[in-house]
């Protein structure tokens, strides 16, 4: 068995997405990784397609950590499908002999969903939940007995603050981002006695890809998010990064006494009303 720490992290596909980041972060603090998606690009939204174009995905992913010098493997596979998820986990666990990080990044791409409840079509709603809540539980479900048996393992699913607080046209993804928060606590109570935590993050607003819906070839991708990110306390926009690195600390060996939370990452959250900012700093004098 490698003494290597080993981190299965889902949904790195996409070439600016959060699981790409988690993988990069992970994988520069010594980790053995293995990167999974459905296909090597992920499911792309209309936006996303444009930008995933001549990505070569995870495999391109995997590639460009090891020629680093980390340890990387991908692997395609559906996080809903009882198999798939048995056969990932099989994968990370054949190549090291162990696993001790789970991210459960995954998520389906967003699209009809995003409409009124009269509006949002049964099988959309059945397919946000399969991938939103169904694949943690069966990634968990088939890491948890490796875990067990090592007697130690992190479990980081990534909810959102959709499960947390009101969205409009959100119904489907905020039920099953909230189901994950629940999943979360209540691994989090069965799991600790053989020194598993498992947490939820809950991002707010991050910019990447997945947080532009429309195709339109106009939009402005950074002054729209600069604008957004102008009503958030800290005055910008979380980067995939930031979420990065937070995974990595929950993780880690120092994050074994935090189990069964579910902690936003949203700068402060979205307000409403003007915000200060301070003066523009000035240009030191000689």
Do not use: H, S
């Given at each position: 068995m490698s003494g290597t720490r080993v981190a299965?992290?889902?949904?790195?596909?996409?070439?600016?997405?959060?699981?790409?980041?988690?993988?990069?972060?992970?994988?520069?603090?010594?980790?053995?990784v293995v990167v999974t998606d459905l296909q090597p690009a992920g499911v792309?939204?209309?936006?996303?397609?444009?930008r995933s174009a001549g990505w070569g995905g995870v495999h391109a992913l995997a590639a460009e950590i090891t020629d680093a010098g980390g340890d990387a493997l991908a692997v395609l596979g559906d996080v809903s499908d009882p198999a798939d998820a048995t056969a990932m986990v099989a994968a990370a666990v054949d190549r090291h002999g162990r696993l001790d990080v789970l991210v459960n990044n995954a998520a389906a791409p967003q699209g009809p969903d995003r409409a009124d409840v009269a509006d949002v079509p049964i099988e959309v709603f059945d397919r946000v939940l399969a991938v939103n809540l169904r694949g943690p539980w069966l990634m968990s479900q088939a890491a948890v007995p490796v875990m067990r048996a090592q007697r130690s393992g992190r479990i980081v699913n990534i909810s959102s603050m959709a499960g947390l607080t009101a969205a409009p046209f959100s119904g489907a993804y905020s039920a099953s981002k909230a189901g994950v928060i629940g999943m979360t606590r209540a691994l989090a109570m069965d799991l600790g006695p053989w020194g598993i935590t498992v947490n939820a993050l809950c991002p707010g607003l991050v910019a990447t890809s997945r947080a532009f819906l429309s195709a339109a070839p106009d939009v402005d991708e950074a002054e729209l998010m600069a604008q957004r990110g102008r009503n958030i306390p800290v005055g910008r926009a979380g980067q995939a990064e930031d979420i990065a690195a937070a995974v990595a600390f929950l993780g880690s060996p120092d994050a074994g006494y935090i189990t069964g939370q579910a902690i936003p990452i949203d700068g402060g959250g979205l307000s409403p009303f003007p915000l200060r900012r301070p003066e523009p700093a000035l240009e030191a004098t000689r």
């Open positions: 299965l992290v889902t949904g790195c596909g996409k070439p600016d997405g959060m699981g790409q980041a988690i993988a990069r972060r992970l994988a520069g603090q010594g980790l053995a792309p939204n209309a936006r996303q397609e444009e």
